[in-house]
Structures are given as C-alpha cells and as structure tokens.
C-alpha cells in the first residue's frame, strides 16, 4: 500500500493545533535534550524510573523489609513520584545513609532523597531543597531506667551520645552540647539503639518522630524519648542544585498531598501507637518555602 501523506495545511486549524501539541509533548517526555523547548530546562527526571534516595533502617519513617520499603518518607515519594508521572513500580529506592545525600544527588546516583533530610543553609549551597513536608525537633532517646538522671542536653555532661555522621544532630552536640559530652558517631540510628542498650552509650540523639519511631519498634518499652525537643528541623526533598522547576512541581504535589488530607492519613500511620504527636505549630507545613532548620539548642 503505497504511503499516505497528508498535508498538515488540508487539516482544520484545531486538528492541526493537536498534532503539534501531541508531537511536542512525545518531544518533551523523550529526554532532556529538548527540554528547553518545553521550558523544563533543569527537570533532569526522565527515563522509565526515577531514583529516589531514602533510608533503609528508620522504622515508621523509611524501611526496607526485604524489598518492600514503607513509612512516611515512603508514602511522600509515591506520592510525589506519581505526580512526576512515575508510578510505584517505576521507583527504584536507594540507599542514603546521612552522610552520603549530598554526594549522592550531586553525582546523579539518585534524583531525589527523601530522608528525614532538613534542610539547612550549608546543605542549600551545594542542593536544592523542596519543601518542608514535615518539622521534627531534635531530642534524647535513654533508657527508661535513667529518666530521672536525663531529662536534656544539659544532664549529659561527661556521659557519652550516639548520633548519625553527617547528620544535623551529630553538628548541634558538636557545637552546642557541654564540652564534656562524648559523641560516638555511627552510620545509622538503628546501630546508635543497638548501643544505647548495650550500655556503650547514655543516649541516642536525633529528630523526635525518629526515636520515637524507634523506641516503639523495640517492643518493649525499655527506651523513652525525652520529650523535650530543642532545636528545628525542616523536613525537605532534597534534588539537585539548579533545578527550580522540578522543585515548584515537587511543592505543587506536596501541597496537594496536605491538603487532600493524604499527609495526615500517611503520618497518622506512621506514628500510630508510638505516642508521638507532631508539633501542630509547625504541622502541617503552610509554606513551601524551603525554610531552613534552627540548630540552636533550646536548652
Ligand atoms: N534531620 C536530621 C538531618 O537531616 C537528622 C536525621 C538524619 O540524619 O536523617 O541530618
């Protein structure tokens, strides 16, 4: 059959209009070589998946149970990710441990992390940050039995605190905590719980609705949180640095998510059963504004 060709003039004018809006749209979706043609200049999420950076050991938060991941942060990348276009099993979740979500956005391993990750003005020179989705603070995780030995920052002196490297709570010790605290840096908080019960550590320090997290999930009631938190995190999503568009479609999704009431329903379960209760004053977010954390110790 020998090959039709029809003239784009001998069609009618909104025919014609559809053609050319279909034929940019594949243009657009096809790669970023285009894409300053579609005014999605720094909009680097393309390609059959998207690469989300997320924490493997925060339970409630972000868990990897054998491939099947869950939490809050979980929930906040799907629904993210299906905004973009991304449907869950187009989601590849990798692995960023604190003190990697820099290096890992800025060599293109992943597109996004999503991490109990706060934006701050140090992390802001080298990324971009949407958001905040969520404001935690940070507190002291003990033991039970040593409740009326600590009750703040102030009743560590010379006793020794586990915390994440390269993490915001690690730096505030650091900086602001008496000079007679020992730090013990580890690359996870689930390893931090592991030496609090050891008895190697006095506490375990880092965002509220973390340790919460983590205290519930022991099971037993052998840990508490303080419950007294002292500085402000700003949770972001964290992307590549230069990327303000995909940053304004990421916060029209996150606000989208709050208000449908899809946040609350996501948190709510998160949280269930653990005794933590998100600051209202901060919860839910009003402003997309990626507004940056307060380290300062609120002793
Ligand atoms: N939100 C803090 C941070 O971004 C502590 C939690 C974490 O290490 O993920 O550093």
Known sequence: MPFQSVSLRSLGRSARRRIVSAVLALVCVAGSVMASACGNEDVQVTGPR??????????????????????????VARYVANKLGYSPSQIQFKEAPSAQREALLQNGSVNMVIGTYSITQDRKSVVDFAGPYFVAGQDLLIRRSDRSKITGPRSLAGRKVCSVSGSTSATTVKKYFPRSVQLMELSGYAECVTALVSGAVDAVTTDDIILATLASAKGDHSLMVVGHPFTKETYGIGVRKDSPHLVAKINEALREMIASGEWKRDLDAATKGTGFTPNKKWNPPTRMDAAVSDERVRF
């Open 50 to 75: 998207i690469r989300i950076g997320v924490k493997f050991d925060q339970p409630g938060l972000s868990v990897d149970n054998g491939g099947q991941f869950s939490g809050f942060d979980i929930d």
